[in-house]
Structure formats: C-alpha cells, structure tokens
C-alpha cells in the first residue's frame, strides 16, 4: 500500500494514542527498556517518492520511498511468547541472565588504564567489532531479521561469549534489528528485508565479565537518495563527536557538537535516547546526551561510553513504542538511522575500542 504524507500525519496521530511515556532522566529510553507487549509481524505501508514538497512545513517534506514498519493487528502485549534461543551451560554470563535483579549504578565507573580490566574490555569491544561486520555481510533482500539474529546468537556464543540483549530485562533477541522508521530497539521477525530498507543491527557481547557495545545501519539492496544521505550524515554525527573527546573536556560537548551539525537542517536528533557508560555493567553513568545539555560531567582517563546518535529524517525527533514495549518508531513514520562505537578515554586523548 503506498501513503501520501497526509496519510502518514494520520498515522502520527494514531501513534500518539500507543505512545508509552517514561518518566524523564538522563537516559530515558537508554538502554534496552522492560518489555511489555509484542506482536506477531509487522504491517508495511510504502512512502511514495513523489509525495508533495511544497509546503517547508514537516508534514510535506518528502521523505523518500520506503516501507514504513507498523504492528501487527490485533495487537499481542509483550514478548513472553518469544522463546529465547539457548546459550550452552559453559558460557559466562552476566548477573541478569543468571536471574539477578539489575541495578543500575549513580556514579561514574572508570576502568584502571593499563591493567587487565582494561584488556578484557578492549576484547570485548573487538568482538562486538567482528560480530557487526560478521551481521553486515547477511544483509541482503530477502533475508529476514529472524534469520540474521540466529546467524548472530551463534557466531557469538561459538567464541565463548554471551549475546548481552538477551534476557537484559526480557528482551528475548541476540541483538536489535531496527527498519526504517524504527529508531531502536526493534526485535527480529520474520520479515524479509526489501529492496531499499535500512537496518541498524546493534550489536553487544558479553565476555571475560565485560560488554562490548557498537552499531551501524546498513544498505539494503537500491536504497534512495534520502535513505543513503540519512545514513551517511548519522554516520558523520558519530565521526564529529567522537572527535571532540579527551580528557577534561565537557561531556556535553558531546551534544553540543552534533547539535551544530544539523542546525539549520532537515534532519532531528532524537532525545529520547542516549549512550551509556559500559564495562562490567552494561549499562551505567555517565549518561551521553545527543544533543544540546547542561550535563556537568567531565570527561576522565578511565572513562568509557557509547556514542550512538539516532538521526530522524524531517524536525520531529519524537518517538513511540510498539505494544511489544521495545520498538520505537518515529513518530511521523519518518526514517531514523542509528551509528554507534564504544570509546576509552586515555590520559592523552581517546581510543575508539569497536573501529
């Protein structure tokens, strides 16, 4: 079925009616959220190419051609009737999959430059490093994100480490697939990926006691131009922040600079999501905000964090949740796309652990 935009500012309207609100912190929808729903395909409506464009108002910008991902009706609440794939006896696990409650610490960790921590941490970044391009080379039409994920659950599990995602507050994947209007946390399904999709797999492993963290939205098949130039500006947001760090530089420097690169354009930043520390956790202060903050951190010699821009095609940043209680679309049905690497603050500057 092919929408118009005024077909997709009724769909917006309809989102607002599902839209799950948590209450606001640094890192509100951060990491992976406690699942509440889920249903069993996706609906897919196609953004016509040749909607209109003449009004500068966002409702008539032109988005590009894509299927645009939407539940499945009737809806199924949650995801308990997704039966997570096994991981062998042998292999470590973090607290929560062995069935410990998470708790999420209030200060700042800091891995000891130099010492084994730091190796352990630096091989888990790689091995998230290797999944991610191990995943990049299954994307193709036709392939769906169900298949992908089993492709993923194994790779890791056949190097001695655990798919982090899985069981992290239910969710029931190895990674997260997110299509097109999905700006992150979308679960593997069996839909077959189209020819002109985008997908962000995001990948983290857990290994040796620490988390590896890193993603990227690939190209599937003949994507238009406003699909490739969304991916590649999200890309250059990721490149320009990461520049911008060392130590006793401002974490909101972070924010500010990718606020810079967009000012003034058609693209948003979502500020419902954020990066996160990571190590031993996986998910942990200091909270890294996108855009523009007065967060009052500072960055440190043993600090390390994700960068992950979601960029949002159009000036609505704002998101929904899916009754699974993990997808986020836009709100519009716009496109988003997501690039993340994992870094290490050094005392002479900054080493990007999943490049």
Excluded at 69 to 85: C, D, F, N
Excluded at 151 to 178: E, Q, T
Excluded at 193 to 216: A, C, E, P, W
Excluded at 312 to 339: K, L, M, Y
Aim: charged share 20%.
């Amino acid at each position: 079925m092919r929408l118009g935009l005024t077909s997709l500012r009724n769909l917006a309207h309809t989102a607002r009616s599902y839209q799950v609100h948590t209450p606001h912190r640094h890192a509100t929808f951060n990491a992976l959220r406690r699942p509440q729903p889920f249903y069993s395909a996706r609906r897919t409506f196609t953004v016509s190419a040749s909607s209109p464009t003449a009004s500068e108002d966002e409702d008539d910008y032109d988005f590009g051609s894509f299927d645009v991902i939407l539940p499945e009706e009737p809806y199924v609440w949650g995801v308990s009737h997704i039966q997570p794939r096994p991981v062998p006896p042998h292999i470590g696990r973090p607290p929560y999959a062995r069935g410990e409650p998470i708790h999420t610490p209030v200060r700042d960790k800091l891995i000891q430059i130099g010492n084994e921590d730091e190796q352990r941490l630096r091989g888990a970044a790689q091995l998230a490093r290797d999944v991610l391009r191990f995943a990049g080379s299954l994307v193709e039409v036709g392939v769906t994100t169900e298949s992908i994920d089993a492709r993923i659950h194994d790779y890791i599990v056949s190097h001695n480490a655990y798919p982090s995602p899985l069981l992290y507050r239910g969710f029931p994947k190895a990674c997260c697939a997110s299509v097109n209007n999905v700006v992150t946390h979308g679960i593997p399904d069996q839909r077959p990926l189209q020819d002109g999709d985008i997908v962000n797999i995001d990948i983290t492993v857990y290994k040796d006691g620490f988390h590896g963290d890193t993603s990227r939205t690939f190209l599937v098949g003949d994507v238009d131009e406003k699909g490739r130039e969304l991916v590649k500006v999200t890309e250059d947001a990721l490149a320009a922040a990461i520049d911008v760090c060392a130590p006793g530089r401002p974490l909101k420097l972070i924010g500010k600079t990718i606020h810079e690169l967009f000012r003034g354009t058609k693209y948003s930043v979502s500020t419902q999501f954020t990066g996160h520390g990571i190590g031993s956790d996986f998910h942990c202060p200091p909270w890294i905000l996108h855009h523009l903050n007065d967060d009052p951190g500072i960055m440190q010699p043993g600090h390390c964090f994700t960068i992950e821009p979601c960029i949002v095609q159009g000036t609505n940043p704002r998101s929904w949740i899916f009754p699974d209680g993990w997808t986020a679309s836009t709100e519009n049905c716009a496109r988003s796309a997501q690039a993340e690497h994992m870094v290490l603050i050094t005392d002479t500057g900054v080493d990007v652990l999943t490049r």
